[in-house]
Nanobody, 117 residues
Framework: VQLVQSGGGLVQPGGSLRLSCAAS????????MGWARQVPGKGLEWVSA???????DYADSVKGRFTISRDNSKKTVDLHMNSLKPEDTAVYYC????????????WGQGTQVTVAS
């Protein structure tokens, strides 16, 4: 399993960014994909998930501002982030879980998102 992230960077408050995650090594269309983020010195925060059938979930902190989508033909999952706030600054990770237990959770390499004026 490999998850390769792209996107991210520096943006002003109120701006937008898109993160993308390209997956390989498993049957992409059969599994949920998600995003989580981490601020240095703090724990990992779940952000959003999209399930194999297309339904989505969002953390309250990003609901209405972030949109997760997936393209099963390209094996990619995107996180569109709008109305970004300084508190969205973090390293963002895409992930998937293809079995029961922590050993079956796979992570992307992480992408820095910085929201600052």
């Amino acid at each position: 399993v490999q998850l390769v992230q792209s996107g991210g960077g520096l943006v002003q408050p109120g701006g937008s960014l898109r993160l993308s995650c390209a997956a390989s090594g498993f049957t992409f269309s059969s599994y949920a994909m998600g995003w989580a983020r981490q601020v240095p010195g703090k724990g990992l925060e779940w952000v959003s998930a999209i399930y194999s059938h297309g339904s989505t979930d969002y953390a309250d902190s990003v609901k209405g501002r972030f949109t997760i989508s997936r393209d099963n033909s390209k094996k990619t999952v995107d996180l569109h982030m709008n109305s970004l706030k300084p508190e969205d600054t973090a390293v963002y990770y895409c992930y998937t879980q293809i079995g029961h237990g922590e050993d079956w959770v796979y992570w992307g390499q992480g992408t820095q998102v910085t929201v600052a004026s």
